[in-house]
């Protein structure tokens, strides 16, 4: 009789453990989960790709000689598409950075903020360097979102300055403003 006592006992332990494993499990999971909504935590799965135009203000002007300028504009994302974020099908974004750079080289560090068609914002801190690919002017931009929806992911993006050198690189002015398309990318690039 002895043995047969023995089997209910240990079948019991062992469902004592597994209940006392799934509880364990369910607590760790709700502790993440609460701790990542508090510290405003958005993990970004996938990726958020957006394309517009964007137009960009230089102060002074660039020109062929590298100087201290200061950068703003102002972008519209009409299409963006997100497995991130679902709701997202397009943003507007204004930006700001400051570095040494002329119409063909320089580096630039700044910060973009996105407001997405959702009503969500987006934080991106940024460096930006300027290269000439064949005859086009290209500004090729990496960072991190900082703040706001998709936080802690990386972001990357490209801008065509102008296709071909403009006059105004050549004068003291110089470039004070240019438009064209932009590419931004955001998540797992």
Same mark, same amino acid.
């Given at each position: 009789?002895?043995?047969l ?7 019991s332990?062992?469902?004592?453990l ?6 364990? /499990?369910?607590?760790i ?5 609460? =701790?990542?909504?508090?510290t405003g935590?958005r993990?970004a799965?996938?990726?958020?790709d957006?394309t517009?135009?964007?137009t =960009? ?6 020109t062929?000689?590298?100087?201290? =300028?200061t950068v ?7 299409r ?6 679902p709701t ?9 950075a400051?570095?040494?750079f002329?119409?063909t080289s320089g ?10 068609n ?9 460096t930006?360097?300027?290269s000439v ?5 290209? =500004?090729l931009i990496?960072?991190?979102?900082v703040d706001?929806e998709?936080?802690?992911a990386p972001?990357? /993006? ?11 690189c ?17 998540g797992?690039?």
């Amino acid at each position: 009789m002895s043995t047969l006592r023995l089997v209910p006992l240990v079948a019991s332990a062992s469902r004592g453990l597994r209940f006392a494993g799934i509880a364990i /499990g369910g607590l760790i999971l709700l502790v993440t989960t609460l =701790v990542s909504a508090a510290t405003g935590a958005r993990a970004a799965i996938g990726t958020t790709d957006c394309t517009g135009s964007q137009t =960009v203000t230089y102060t002074p002007g660039l020109t062929d000689q590298p100087r201290e =300028v200061t950068v703003n504009g102002k972008a519209d994302l009409t299409r963006c598409v997100s497995s991130s974020d679902p709701t997202i099908s397009q943003a507007t974004s204004t930006f700001s950075a400051t570095g040494t750079f002329s119409c063909t080289s320089g580096r630039r560090a700044g910060t973009r903020r996105i407001t997405w068609n959702n009503g969500n914002t987006s934080t991106l801190s940024s460096t930006s360097t300027v290269s000439v690919n064949g005859a086009k002017s290209l =500004v090729l931009i990496k960072g991190m979102v900082v703040d706001g929806e998709f936080k802690g992911a990386p972001w990357t /993006g490209t801008f065509i300055m102008f296709s071909t050198k403009p006059q105004d690189c050549l004068t003291a002015q110089g470039l004070t403003t240019a438009s064209a398309p932009v590419v931004l990318g955001i998540g797992s690039l």
